[in-house]
C-alpha cells in the first residue's frame, strides 16, 4: 500500500522543517506526500509541537527564514 494512503489513518506530528518546507511550498516535499499532509489538514490530523514554533522563531531572528507576516500576528 502506497505511504499516503496509509497516513490517513493517522496523527501526524511534523518536523520543523517539513512544516516549513510544506508551508512555503518547498518542491523539496513529494506532491504524493503533500497530497496526503493537505488531506489529512483537512481531516485536523495534523499537528505541530511548541518547540517547532520556537525554532521557526529562531530562524526568523537569525535571518535564516523570512515570514510574510509578523509572527506576533
Given at each position: 500500500m502506497p505511504v499516503h494512503k496509509q497516513?490517513?489513518?493517522?496523527?501526524?506530528?511534523?518536523?520543523?522543517h517539513?512544516?516549513?518546507?510544506?508551508?512555503m511550498g518547498s518542491e523539496k516535499i513529494n506532491p504524493h506526500f503533500r497530497a496526503s499532509l493537505e488531506q489529512n489538514a483537512k481531516?485536523?490530523?495534523i499537528f505541530i509541537s511548541a518547540i517547532s514554533i520556537w525554532e521557526l522563531g529562531m530562524l526568523?531572528?537569525?535571518?535564516?527564514?523570512?515570514?510574510?507576516?509578523?509572527?506576533?500576528?
Open positions: 497516513l490517513k489513518q493517522y496523527k501526524l506530528l511534523l518536523d520543523t517539513i512544516w516549513i518546507w510544506t508551508m481531516n485536523e490530523n526568523v531572528a537569525r535571518k535564516r527564514v523570512e515570514l510574510e507576516m509578523d509572527c506576533l500576528d
